[in-house]
């Protein structure tokens, strides 16, 4: 925890649930800033894109002009983690967007293919003790219309699955959860995240 005292990151701020991420992270030691505009991500080491609703924070990533800059902190080594609505939004390929949504935005920092709400509908939301690679016990995954990864590249790790479903992956400084650890009191993934900046 002590290591991760020098660690600044930042949670972009626009919508959903990035509050409690912030929260976690500083738990554990790190600096965060809350990301609204390009000039927020300075000095950063690592992003938390939060869940939420993907199709609004895309529409608002659009609106802050923040794709481009986001896809430079990444591509300059920056650790990026998408968590649900995060998570659609770092993929390649998202499906599952009502058409009058129309077009959807995204970072597109992962080649993975997501489908939206896949684990059904709002009162679908449920938790359960997910086995991820790397961890000695379960971590209590918390679903909220999450996102399942259908189609991971090569070079990701895929780090858990439920219901053999991908629902945790890494590529790189990459890093994409279908569910929120940010609502548990659990902070292994947070930890594993700080780990990956640099
Ligand atoms: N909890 C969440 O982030 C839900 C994600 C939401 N279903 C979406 O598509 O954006």
Redesign the pocket.
Known sequence: MAGNLDKRVGVLALQ??FREHAAMLERLGARVTEVRLPADLAGLGGLVI????????GKLLVDFDLIEPIRAFAASGGAVWG????A?LLAQDIQ?VPPQFGFQPSLALMATRVR??AFGRQVDSFEVPLNVAGLNAPFPAV?????VIEAVPDEAEVLARHDGQVVLVRQGRLLASSF?PELTRDARLHELFLNLVA
Do not use: V, Y
């Open positions: 959903g649930a939060p869940g939420g609703e993907s199709t609004t924070i968590t649900c609505a995060g659609i599952g939206r709400n679903f909220i219309r999450a996102p929120h």
